[in-house]
Nanobody, 129 residues
Framework: QVQLVESGGGLVQAGGSLRLSCAAS????????MGWFRQAPGKEREFVVA???????????YYADSVKGRFTISRDNAKNTVYLQMSSLRPEDAAFYYC???????????????????WGQGTQVTVSS
């Protein structure tokens, strides 16, 4: 079983920045599609961003419209870690953020939570105004 552990959540003022990390187990981490989702109270889990597993230096990324230009996903396969750099944070970005991994076969889409095989415990991001 793949284990995912998020860290880096916390309190930040609107306009500020925060960097989340997700450490994963697994010898074949470089092949996983990694995604970030978030869920605010009373709302369904929402896709934020995903990065394709390739094992290469450059990876394809897919962003929700709400975070384009503000959030950046990256991965370090040598450390089995994926990052989410969040900038220009808004109060509406406040949520519990989850890291997810897809370890299986090819997929042409990335936004549905059902596509992912493993999930971390989440980390809270709070944005104050």
């Amino acid at each position: 079983q793949v284990q995912l552990v998020e860290s880096g959540g916390g309190l930040v003022q609107a306009g500020g920045s925060l960097r989340l990390s997700c450490a994963a187990s697994g010898r074949t981490f470089s092949s996983y599609v990694m995604g970030w989702f978030r869920q605010a109270p009373g709302k369904e889990r929402e896709f934020v961003v995903a990065i394709r597993g390739s094992g290469g230096i450059t990876y394809n990324t897919y962003y929700a419209d709400s975070v384009k230009g503000r959030f950046t996903i990256s991965r370090d396969n040598a450390k089995n870690t994926v990052y989410l750099q969040m900038s220009s944070l808004r109060p509406e970005d406040a949520a519990f953020y989850y890291c997810a991994a897809r370890i299986g076969t090819y997929t042409s889409t990335y936004r549905s939570p059902s596509l992912y095989d493993y999930w971390g415990q989440g980390t809270q991001v709070t944005v104050s105004s």
